[in-house]
C-alpha cells in the first residue's frame, strides 16, 4: 500500500529545482524523484508543478511514496559473467556489457549481484539489501574487472578503500582522434546533464572529477588510452574524454561519430575497465586483476590495426 507524506520545505532547499529538493528530502535517485514528479504524485502547496519548479522554504509538500521494492535477490543466470577471483573475503569477476551492478527502479535486464546468486555466492549483506556486497559500480554499457565483497569485513574495508581512492582502477577507452597532449590530467567536475536526466556534463559546481590518460597506441581515426581514475563518478570517462572533444568511439550518448562505430562494429562505448588492484582485506597483500578485452572490442582494434 502506497504512503503519503505531508511537511513543509526545509529553509536549506530553498531555490532548489524540485526533484533535486525531493531527492535531498527523501534520499531518492534524481531519476525516481523525476518519475515521481511526472507521474502526478508530487504536490507544492497543492498544485502539480514540473521537475525544474524551483521550491521555497516553508511551502507545503505532498508525495505519494511508491511502494518499497522487494528487496530478496532473485537468482538470475548471466551470460558472459566470469569470475577473475575468489577467495574467502572477495569476489572478482569480468562484467559482460548490458549487466548492471545490482537492481534497481527501472532496470529490468540482468544484474551482478543476481548472476553471482545464480552461482552459489553468498555475498555480505552489509548496506541496501538489492546492494549485498557492492563496493563499487560499473556502467552497464561498460565490461571489465569488477569486486564484490563476500564478507562484512571486507565490505567496510573496501568501502573505506574506494572513498580514500586507494583502489587502482586502470580502464582502456578508444576515443576519436588524436588528444593533444597525448597524455595528461583532466580535472573538471561532474554533475548531472543540465538538459538531460541520463546525460551527466562538465558542470561548474559540479564534484570534483579527475582522470589522468596517456597514450597507448594510435590509428588513423582514433587513439587507445591507458585511462586512470582518481575518482569514480557515473560515466566520468566517458564525459571528460567528450568534454575535450574525443569521445569514446561507439559512445553516441556522447557525441561520437556514428559512421565510424558502425564501420568498426560497435554498439556501444568502446570502454573497458583493464585492471583492478588493492589491498586485500583479510591479508594486506596487493591483489591485481586482469580483465581480457572483450571480443566486440577485441574486433574494433583489429579492424584499426589492419587500416593502419
Known sequence: MSESRLLPVPDGL??????????????????????????????VDGQTPPRSAKVHGGAWLEVTLPQPASTEIVPQSVDGL?????????VVVDKPVGVAAHPSPGWTGPTVVQGLAAMGYRLATS?????????????????????????EHAYSVLKRAFKARTVDKRYSAL??????????????????????????????????????????????????????LETGRTHQIRVHVAAIRHPCVGDLTYGADPVLARRLGLTRQWLHARELAFEHPATGEELRVVSPFPADLQ???DLLRSES
Open 14 to 43: 530553498d531555490g532548489l529545482r524540485l526533484d533535486v529538493a525531493l531527492a535531498r528530502l527523501f534520499g531518492f535517485s534524481r531519476t525516481t524523484a523525476a518519475d515521481l514528479i511526472d507521474s502526478g504524485r508530487v504536490t
Open 82 to 90: 566470469v569470475v577473475l577471483h575468489d577467495d574467502d573475503d572477495v
Open 127 to 151: 548496506g541496501a539489501a538489492e546492494r549485498q556486497g557492492i563496493v563499487h559500480r560499473l556502467d552497464a554499457g561498460t565490461t571489465g574487472a569488477m569486486v564484490v565483497a563476500k564478507s
Open 175 to 228: 576515443v576519436q582522434g588524436h588528444p593533444d597532449p597525448t597524455s595528461g590530467t583532466i580535472d573538471a567536475p561532474i554533475d548531472r546533464h543540465p538538459g538531460a536526466d541520463y546525460k551527466f556534463a562538465v558542470v561548474a559546481g559540479g564534484r570534483p572529477s579527475i582522470t589522468h590518460y596517456a597514450t597507448e597506441e594510435a590509428f588513423r581515426a582514433a587513439t587507445l588510452l591507458d585511462v586512470h
Open 299 to 301: 574486433h574494433a582494434l
